[in-house]
């Protein structure tokens, strides 16, 4: 994908630590837990064709996704292992669920409703998913109403509810405990509810990536793993609780494409907001916010050359941004620039830029842009 001929703008996704990720999480959480591996939004920007494929080979089994398009990229790239749709479907995809063998949550009537009269067409069962509302107050039918619920779909008799799961709000909020607890009860209660009327569940799940590490007792028997296994664990995980190893899977760097001694004293960039102050050597690196590198870092972040942490000046623009490379010495053209990564000692973490600009790591990488080619590396 990347040659000499494209600019040199790239994220490097390694590989061996995303199955290191995967290998230590699978231990932290134990045999009784099953580690389906999140991989919607691309893989949190990462690549999910490349990541699941490599997931599968690691031995994951379960594949989640957001949205029935997510699965049928996968599905359509050959990963064969169940794939859950975690935000349902819309009715008219019912058919396509059946083509793809995927397993969608259902929390509508409407929906599940669809998905039985496709299946009973077909002479077959589907399989789904119950998604319970514990609390997010986002997908799921209310923890109040899944009695309700369930004897309506107790009618659908070519639909099988093979798990049910809900979703936590601030797993990763030590101060919030007792919400957690609270969901983890109401939930518990919604799979008894089920229980009693006859639905068997093989897979129970509420862990997200801080529920799984900070909750112990939330791992029933899966856990839907997203964050972590990308290495952004910093600002997901509450700090102070024992967590399996992680290491970050993206690295973003470019090189220096022009560079130029500009005098004390003269503006740069849009607007003018960043005066030099000393006669400065400026770069011009090949990143700017349509590559995800957010405007807000505007004289704020930092990028690494030769080793050194250098300082962004003046505005990040949409294909370019400057640094001030002054107090390195002998930086040139072509200087590899670290942006996402380690060069040296230093070290830029995903989470330093989100911190920065006021967000969480997710963003950070599910913002990198479509222009930045993936360089998909496998050594450690
Ligand atoms: C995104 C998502 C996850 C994964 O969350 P992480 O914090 O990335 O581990 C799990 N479950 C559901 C329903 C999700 O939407």
Redesign the pocket.
């Known amino acids: 994908m990347t040659s000499s001929f494209t600019r040199p703008t790239q994220a490097d996704i390694n590989h061996q630590n995303l199955i290191d990720n995967f290998k230590s999480i699978t231990s932290f959480v134990g045999p009784e837990s099953e580690v389906l591996a ?1 991989v ?1 939004a691309d893989s949190y920007g990462h690549g999910a064709v490349s990541c699941a494929k490599s997931l599968e080979m690691a031995g994951c089994g379960w594949f ?1 996704v ?1 949205i029935v398009e997510e699965a049928l990229e996968l599905r359509q790239a050959g990963i064969s292992s169940p794939v859950l749709v ?1 935000g349902g479907f819309w009715p008219a995809q019912a058919d396509v669920i059946l083509d793809y063998g995927l397993t969608p949550v259902v929390y509508r009537l409407e929906a599940a409703a669809a998905l039985n009269s496709s299946a009973e067409r077909r002479g077959v069962t589907a399989d789904a998913h119950l998604k319970v509302d514990t609390g997010m107050g986002r997908l799921g039918v209310r923890w109040d109403e899944v009695e309700e619920f369930a004897r309506e779909l107790r009618l659908l008799k070519n639909l099988r509810i093979e798990g049910v799961m809900s ?1 936590f709000a601030a797993a990763d909020d030590l101060g919030e405990n007792d919400f957690t607890r609270l969901q983890e009860d109401r939930f518990r209660t919604s799979v008894e509810t089920m229980k009693s009327l006859g639905f068997n569940p093989t897979y129970c799940d509420i862990a ?3 529920g799984a590490v900070a909750h112990p007792e939330t791992r029933p028997n899966m856990v ?5 296994l990308y290495g952004l664990g910093d600002d ?1 995980l509450p700090g102070g609780v024992e967590s399996p190893k992680l290491s970050p899977v993206m690295s973003i760097k470019s090189q220096i494409a022009h560079i130029k001694m500009v005098p004390a004293g003269e503006s740069l960039g849009y607007g003018r907001s960043f005066t030099t102050g000393r006669e400065s050597v400026i770069a011009s690196v090949p990143m700017g916010y349509h590559d995800g590198l957010p405007r807000c870092l505007s004289n704020a972040g930092e990028m690494i050359v030769r080793g050194r942490r250098v300082p962004i000046v003046g505005r990040v623009s949409m294909d370019w941004t400057l640094i001030d490379v002054t107090d390195v010495a002998n930086a040139d053209v072509s200087d590899e620039v670290m942006i996402i990564g380690r060069q040296g000692s230093e070290e830029i973490r995903a989470s330093d830029l989100a911190k920065l600009a006021g967000t969480i790591s ?1 963003e950070i990488t599910c913002g990198i842009g479509a222009r930045v080619p993936r360089k998909h590396v496998t050594t450690g």
Do not use: D, E, M, W
């Not at 839907?224 to 972590?228: A, D, P, S, V």
């Open positions: 999140v919607k989640g957001a975690l979703h997200n990536s801080p839907r793993i997203g964050g972590i997901v997710y």
